[in-house]
């Protein structure tokens, strides 16, 4: 991997968007760093402007954001971190290493949640394992790809929800994927904020929901009546 470029798609992350970049710089400190806001109206771009290399004003939408950074991206690999995920400081190594292999596509860390509660630590660890099982991913996992790959798949799909979840399985199809057992590290507020047992159950219920086949666009209006902000981590 000759050089790897870092898509931070961001939506009114003030309070968070720093310390990711921070994050990202000492785990990764020879990439490209590319933040594609989709029209914040809090600080974030203020935060993020000096801690990037590239600032992009994009239609809102993960998809849409995180192709846009894409194709402004001069790297060999893409990897796509989410504005509220901290990445570890072997964050480039680790993704190196794991292309080293020539069969490998991509892949995706292990996770994490940013609470020290014992149910919370059990929920990374479950959604580390069930992604493992099932070699998918979702976008709190810091996906990582080849650019040939990512071009040749055609990126995100422009969906509502479920864009991440899409392009792993793609990914999966297209050749080996990576689980990393080093840990990006992401925010809880969405299960502080709901519930612990009313939000993994949602989460659950939406994924099985889409690998069924249910349309994405009505998902989506079941996904945000339960609280979650279109580009919440």
Known sequence: MDKLSVIVPMLNEEGAIARALDAIAAGA?????????????????????ARCALLLVAQRGLARQMNAGAAAAKGDALAF????????????????????????????????????????????RLISARSRLSRTATGDQAIFIRRRVFELLGGY???????????????????????????????????????????????????????????????????KRGGRAENDG
């Open 29 to 49: 400190p020879q990439a490209q760093v590319i933040v594609v806001d989709g029209a914040s109206t809090d600080r974030s771009r203020d935060h993020a402007r």
């Open 157 to 223: 799909r422009d969906i509502e929800l479920g864009e991440d979840l899409d392009l792993a399985r793609r990914m999966k199809r297209a050749g080996a994927v990576a689980c990393l057992r080093t840990r990006v590290t992401t925010s809880a507020r969405r299960w502080r904020e709901h519930g612990i047992v009313a939000t993994s159950v949602r989460m659950w219920f939406l994924r099985a929901a889409l690998l069924l086949g249910v349309p994405p666009s009505r998902l989506a209006r079941l996904y």
């Open 81 to 124: 971190v989410h504005a509220d995920t901290i990445v570890p400081p072997t964050f480039a190594d680790d993704i190196a290493a794991a292309l080293a292999d020539p069969a490998v596509v991509g892949g995706r860390f292990d996770v994490e949640l940013d609470d020290a509660s014992a149910m919370l630590r059990l929920v990374g």
